[in-house]
């Protein structure tokens, strides 16, 4: 954990779970790399919790902000595989609660509201 993860006590910097990896800061801009903090995924068509990672990709979301920065979260989602045999979703990827991170959202909840 950095100085500045120390300093800001990034517990309280990001939505309830997830997990910093990283942190940096600039002039303007606090950008957070973070992650979810759960080992497992449930498929949102049939419920099945799944392991099994089939991939991960990056989406920057925009936080509330601290100290007048801006915040930016580069979220590291995972996608994975559902072992379901019926179900006709073969991979999806994992879902942080529409209060929390919508789907395709670009915001946080908390800074929706």
């Not at 120390?6 to 606090?30: I, K, Q």
């Not at 497992?40 to 799944?50: I, M, Q, V, Y």
């Not at 979703?89 to 879902?95: K, M």
């Amino acid at each position: 954990i950095s100085a500045m993860e120390r300093r800001f006590g990034s517990t309280r910097l990001v939505p309830a779970g997830f997990v910093v990896e990283h942190a940096e800061m600039s002039t303007d801009c606090v950008f957070l790399d973070v992650r979810a903090a759960a080992i497992s995924a449930t498929c949102p068509c049939c419920g099945t919790a799944s392991r099994r990672t089939q991939s991960r990709y990056v989406r920057k979301v925009a936080d509330l902000p601290i100290s007048g920065r801006r915040v930016i979260l580069r979220v590291t989602v995972r996608r994975f595989w559902c072992d379901a045999v019926l179900c006709r979703r073969r991979i999806f990827a994992e879902r942080f609660g529409d209060t929390v991170l919508a789907p395709l959202s670009r915001r946080t909840g908390r800074l929706e509201t």
